[in-house]
């Protein structure tokens, strides 16, 4: 086949939050647990399992046409890629991650001045030794393999660490200094793969998809029969992206209105429309919401 785009998807944390978000969109990707090459139900596209820690170096060198990555990792590896779209979704919340400076809570560091000479201990190297030139302080910076929130105070002075919820911080009694970071996924092309006018296209398609599937999350659709007469009454209730639509029915003393909102909020919502007037209201789910 000539036109197939290599597409990258996250192994670990994200992993399974990109499936089913591709899903959601439309596209079904099957795992094995023996293999890094998943498949998928579109041929014009081969998928590869890789860390979104390499993902942008892979898809700045071509070996990848676009890929699924934090912008931190993109931050963190000097990459220059080309950011199709923001894709805000992780395996604990819709929240960004924070790249936070913690030290110990008794720990005499209050400041990021007070690191000068300091020894820190963080997996993002790169990006924390760009959050200290910006401070114009001078530390040591040393990679860490793991278990970054043990180190201090024995090992390290301060360690730089992910973090969603801070719980894990907390429970190793550690305090957080300063952000040093806020990161989202990203959907990132090769530079020479997004002039290509098939493979932008492809990816372009794919991206309107995976955020038509993100926009439509905790949203349902409403729709009921409302007599005429009652349809200001009825409209003035209903929260919606756009503005509801309205349509005729064959009795012209009725008419059928239909709008998207949070589903949070139906079960509220449902009986003071119907005491507004509305009748037959069906609540439906939506698998995406294109702007």
């Known amino acids: ?52 820690q390499e993902m942008a170096r892979y898809v700045q060198d071509g070996v990848l046409d676009c890929g699924l990555t934090g912008h931190d990792w993109i931050i963190e590896n000097g990459a220059d890629v080309h950011e199709v779209a923001e894709l805000i979704f992780s395996k604990v919340s819709r929240r960004p991650v924070r790249w936070v400076l913690a030290v110990p809570e008794d720990s005499p560091i209050r400041d990021v001045k007070d690191l000068e000479g300091k020894r820190i201990a963080t997996e993002g190297v790169g990006l924390t030794e760009q959050f ?19 180190k201090p105070p024995r090992l390290v002075d301060a ?12 429970a190793n009694h550690l305090r957080i200094v300063a952000e040093v970071l806020q990161s989202t996924p990203r959907l990132i092309a090769n530079r020479g793969a997004y002039a290509n006018p098939w ?15 993100m926009a439509a999350e905790g949203k349902v659709g409403l729709m009921m029969n409302v007599p005429r007469d009652k349809l200001k009454s009825v409209l003035a209730l209903l929260p919606a992206l756009q503005k509801p639509t309205v349509a005729g029915l064959a009795d012209e003393n009725w008419c059928d209105v239909n709008t998207i909102l949070d589903e949070s909020v139906v079960r ?19 698998n995406k919401v294109i702007d």
């Open 1 to 52: 086949m000539s036109n197939v785009l290599k597409l990258g998807l996250p192994a670990g944390s994200l992993q399974e939050a990109a499936v089913e978000l591709f899903r959601r969109a439309g596209y079904k990707i099957s795992l094995s647990s023996r293999s890094y090459y998943p498949t998928i139900d579109d041929e014009e596209v081969e998928c590869l399992l890789i860390r979104a």
């Open 132 to 150: 200290l030139a910006r401070h114009g302080v001078k530390a040591k910076v040393e990679f860490s393999w793991g278990a970054t929130e043990v």
């Open 159 to 170: 360690i730089v660490e992910v973090t969603e919820t801070g719980s894990s911080l907390r």
């Open 199 to 213: 493979k932008k296209q492809k990816i372009d398609d794919i991206a309107l998809m995976l955020q038509g599937a």
């Open 268 to 286: 509220n919502i449902i009986p003071r429309l119907k005491a507004a007037g509305a009748r037959g209201i069906v609540e439906y789910p939506l």
